[in-house]
T-cell receptor
Framework: GQNIDQPTEMTATEGAIVQINCTYQ??????LFWYQQHAGEAPTFLSY????GLEEKGRFSSFLSRSKGYSYLLLKELQMKDSASYLC?????????????FGGGTRLMVKP | KAGVTQTPRYLIKTRGQQVTLSCSPI?????VSWYQQTPGQGLQFLFE???????NKGNFPGRFSGRQFSNSRSEMNVSTLELGDSALYLC?????????????FGPGTRLLVL
């Protein structure tokens, strides 16, 4: 089975940097995704990591350590519009096709 | 290219009824997955369809079922609705569900069971 943990809520200030952690304990691993979900909207894809290291995409970066079962999403130069839930999801390797197990999500509040 | 579309967007049903939700994937995408999202349980995988066949199934009772048509459109059905089925039902599509492929989510159908 899969167990994925994220902090429930975080608060940060506009213009600052915030790191959202995700730890996972899984029977296997075949990639980790980060999604952003604004209230009342669909999740939108942010990043994908399958190898150890840092993936950078503009203001957003994601890091993975497979040996530690750990990932983080780094958001720089925070903007008010970054207030949203951030979902960490692990892809199950045991089956062909798509089966993602999601963490509970981290609700980020960005304050002026 | 149009995104994933889901209909209806909102639905109110009573206990014991059944409901059918529809999902049209992004053009060219053949894998369609369904998820249930609730405040208490978060996002949970229901099932995935590819080429009209159910390829993966999550831990949900048999009241939850689905199907996929030859044009990759998918429907899910919930029979004998219970209060606990109130949730946001999200559909996601990807090209073929292969390794590393991103799933793109639709806006969801918000179901309220009274």
């Amino acid at each position: 089975g899969q167990n994925i943990d994220q902090p429930t809520e975080m608060t940060a200030t506009e213009g600052a940097i915030v790191q959202i952690n995700c730890t996972y304990q899984t029977s296997g691993f075949n990639g980790l995704f980060w999604y952003q979900q604004h209230a009342g909207e669909a999740p939108t894809f942010l990043s994908y990591n399958v190898l150890d290291g840092l993936e950078e995409k503009g203001r957003f970066s994601s890091f993975l350590s497979r040996s530690k079962g750990y990932s983080y999403l780094l958001l720089k130069e925070l903007q008010m519009k970054d207030s949203a839930s951030y979902l960490c999801a692990v892809r199950d390797p045991g089956n062909a096709g798509n089966m993602l197990t999601f963490g509970g999500g981290t609700r980020l509040m960005v304050k002026p | 290219k149009a995104g994933v579309t889901q209909t209806p967007r909102y639905l109110i049903k009573t206990r014991g009824q059944q409901v059918t939700l529809s999902c049209s994937p992004i053009s060219g995408h053949r894998s369609v997955s369904w998820y249930q999202q609730t405040p208490g349980q978060g996002l949970q995988f229901l099932f995935e369809y590819f080429s009209e066949t159910q390829r993966n199934k999550g831990n949900f009772p048999g009241r939850f079922s689905g199907r996929q048509f030859s044009n990759s459109r998918s429907e899910m059905n919930v029979s004998t609705l219970e209060l606990g089925d109130s949730a946001l039902y999200l559909c996601a599509s990807s090209l073929a569900g292969g390794k590393g492929e991103t799933q793109y989510f639709g806006p969801g159908t918000r179901l309220l069971v009274l």
